[in-house]
């Protein structure tokens, strides 16, 4: 396995990442419990700023979070192409018309007493949320936190 600090187990292709820069993606995170029990949906869109294998891939988000930014886990396997289209979100209404990419995962959070300092922690940083959570296709993958 790689190390944590060159992400390679993350599947990030720096000459795939760097076509995504300007990109308009659109992603969906579904967060459940650790018995799999739905909690809530998570989506925002917005164009790709940066896209960097130690760093993550750093959004410029639109519409009801216009001007704020999130940054993705550094993998590029996850970018599917998006069907032209108009995409409603269903958590708040938007419309998004024709974005380039989607993205998506399966985020289960933790026990409230579940330890602080792990992989599961260290994505949810990544992806901006509230509450420590594990990325299930990062599954194995060593993260070290600091």
């Given at each position: 396995m790689n190390s944590p600090e060159?992400?390679?187990?993350?599947?990030?292709?720096?000459?795939?990442?760097?076509?995504?820069?300007?990109?308009?993606?659109l992603v969906g995170v579904t967060v459940e419990d650790r018995r799999g029990e739905f909690r809530?949906?998570?989506q925002f869109h917005g164009t790709v700023l940066a896209a960097d294998a130690r760093a993550g891939i750093t959004?410029?988000?639109?519409?009801?979070?216009?001007?704020?930014?999130?940054?993705?886990?550094?993998?590029?396997?996850?970018?599917?192409?998006?069907?032209?289209?108009?995409?409603?979100l269903r958590t708040?209404?938007?419309k998004v018309v024709d974005p380039d990419f989607t993205v998506t995962w399966r985020l289960i959070?933790?026990?409230?007493n579940y330890r602080q300092c792990d992989p599961e922690t260290k994505l949810s940083r990544l992806l901006g949320l509230p509450r420590p959570a594990l990325a299930l296709p990062f599954q194995g993958i060593r993260v070290r936190c600091s």
């Open positions: 060159d992400h390679g187990s993350l599947d990030f292709d720096p000459d795939f990442a760097a076509t995504l820069i300007g990109k308009y993606i809530r949906n998570e959004l410029r988000l639109g519409g009801s979070r216009d001007g704020g930014e999130k940054t993705l886990p550094p993998t590029t396997k996850v970018f599917e192409s998006a069907p032209r289209g108009t995409y409603t708040t209404g938007e959070q933790p026990d409230a």
